[in-house]
């Protein structure tokens, strides 16, 4: 009989050495409790139960070595670890109450699409006004740290994971790999969540300072500090039910240009800032992602001022009709294709109350995703524009047989083997978002919820894809709240896989892995 081949203590020590870290970012919610004079024993039994566990996990292993197999197996842990220990302060908080996340499954849902900054929930309007406002900002901060990467972060600040960086930063990266920025692989984390905090900062900074000139009433400190936190992670929580709908249009105009920053490759940034600003133009990823959601806004601004796509502009237009007016049908339009496309799921307004050509648009925008080393989930920019560069050459070599045409992107040529990832990772991934759709469809009869086609798919779009939002019950104003506990857990485990792109977690369940 074969052994197993993976060094399982050396992973699950390393998973340890991460999760006992937890318990730092729990002190800014602690000390919001102190200040508002609300609960913190949520935070103080949380840091406690994270500390000693990440400690007993450490002991698994006095010298952990780390291979590929390694990698893979500790990244995945990792994201499972931290989102279970982030339910703790859920449940404790809604012990003895009336709130849904009381319930273990909910509390689950809820920190995980925290984390993969997903950005579904199970909370409705009332739950909100149950719970206080240091909980909120757990909710809104597990989305910040889950956004560059918990295991980037962790190979920025832990010496012991720089030897292996390279390899856990590509087990985790969001998109086809991460670009280097220096020799060191440590160096290039920094520098990542630098730019990262950085452009968390600069929100801060001019959405307070509306509020400090008289243009954002509600947009106190609090909501301030809150909303940057998801924006740039493309999480899309907020302390407000209504989401970014509650907050006037200026502030639905400063937002706009995070979104679209936060689905930007953050290399670009730094290379932008070290070397030289025109980058961009460059960069034919982002040419690309910025084109896209040019047209794909024009198209549903036009819906929307044509009046085929209706709807309300509720609280932040004082309830006047959007169709005929150019500048709320541009807004809702560039603000909503920004949310969808880079899976950050703000609302601007209810789109549910759009025409369905409309929502098919918005649908459309869950597979595109962000650029590769943003925050972005979903398929990416750049793997759907080697699929394009890649069907072009085969149209050219059907007519030239004899031609050498490789794929080049950004001026390099892209190896073949790269290639035929991109398209086995786009296949497996519409390959699970059918065989979902069908999944939840019967889950969801058995059940005796009753969900329509674009309901269900939107559903599979908005957690397998982290974006958050679909339609119908669980619309940009609803919740996911009322699907049985079994579909539920479901999506948790979807929510992990997309945020993890699939391969991480999959491999795990092959016996390849295990024994080859």
């Known amino acids: 009989m074969s052994r197993i081949r993976v060094d399982w203590r050396s992973a699950t020590s390393l998973v340890g050495s991460v999760l006992k870290y937890l318990a730092v970012p729990l002190v800014l919610p602690l000390v919001v409790a102190l200040g508002y004079g609300q609960d913190v024993v949520p935070f103080a039994v949380t840091m406690i139960v994270t500390v000693l566990l990440g400690v007993s996990l450490e002991q698994l292993s006095d010298d952990p070595d780390l291979g590929a197999r390694e990698a893979f197996l500790m990244v995945s842990l990792t994201w499972l670890a931290v989102a279970l220990v982030g339910t703790i302060p859920y449940v404790i908080a809604g012990w003895g109450t009336q709130s849904t996340l009381a319930n273990p499954v909910n509390a689950l849902f809820e920190s995980m699409s925290g984390f993969t900054t997903t950005g579904a929930t199970v909370m409705g309007a009332i739950s909100f006004d149950r719970h206080s406002h240091a909980l909120l900002l757990w909710r809104q901060l597990t989305q910040w740290l889950g956004g560059m990467g918990i295991v980037v972060l962790a190979v920025a600040i832990l010496p012991e994971l720089s030897v292996g960086g390279a390899q856990l930063m590509d087990a985790e990266a969001p998109g086809p790999g991460i670009e280097k920025l220096s020799p060191r692989i440590a160096a290039t984390a920094r520098a990542l969540w630098i730019a990262y905090l950085g452009f968390t900062v600069l929100e801060f900074c001019l959405l307070y300072g509306l509020h400090q000139a008289g243009y954002a009433p509600n947009m106190d400190l609090y909501n301030a500090v809150a909303h940057p936190l998801t924006t740039l992670p493309t999480g899309g929580f907020s302390p407000e039910a209504r989401s970014i709908e509650a907050f006037s249009a200026a502030v639905q105009w400063v937002i706009i240009p995070f979104m679209v920053v936060a689905g930007t490759n953050f290399a670009l940034f730094w290379r932008a800032f070290d070397e030289d600003g025109r980058v961009f133009s460059k960069d034919s990823e982002f040419r690309f992602y910025a084109g896209l959601m040019g047209v794909l806004s024009a198209v549903l601004a036009g819906l929307l001022f044509s009046g085929v796509g209706p709807g309300l502009a509720t609280v932040a237009d004082n309830v006047l009709p959007i169709p005929g007016n150019a ?59 080697v699929i394009i560069k890649s069907l072009k050459r085969e149209l050219f070599t059907t007519i030239h047989p004899e031609a050498v045409s490789p794929v080049r992107l950004g001026g390099r040529t892209l190896d073949e083997r790269a290639i035929r990832g991109i398209y086995a990772f786009t296949l497996l991934y519409l390959v699970i978002f059918f065989v979902s759709v069908a999944l939840l469809a019967v889950n969801t009869a058995r059940t005796g919820y009753s969900l329509e086609v674009l309901e269900l798919m939107a559903a599979i779009a908005a957690t397998l894809g982290n974006v958050g939002p679909g339609f119908g019950a669980i619309g940009p104003m609803n919740s996911y709240l009322d699907f049985s506990s079994s ?3 479901f999506m948790v485990f979807l929510m992990w896989i997309g945020r993890l792109e699939i391969f991480p977690v999959l491999v795990l369940l092959t016996q390849a892995y295990w024994r080859s």
């Open 487 to 489: 579909s539920k857990l």
């Open 327 to 385: 500048e709320r049908s541009l807004r809702h339009a560039v603000f909503q294709i920004a949310s969808i496309v880079t899976t950050t799921g703000y609302a601007s307004m209810d789109f549910n109350t759009w025409s369905q050509p409309a929502q098919y648009l918005l649908l459309f925008g869950m597979f595109v995703g962000g650029s590769a080393g943003s925050t972005g989930g979903a398929i990416k920019i750049v793997r759907w524009l």
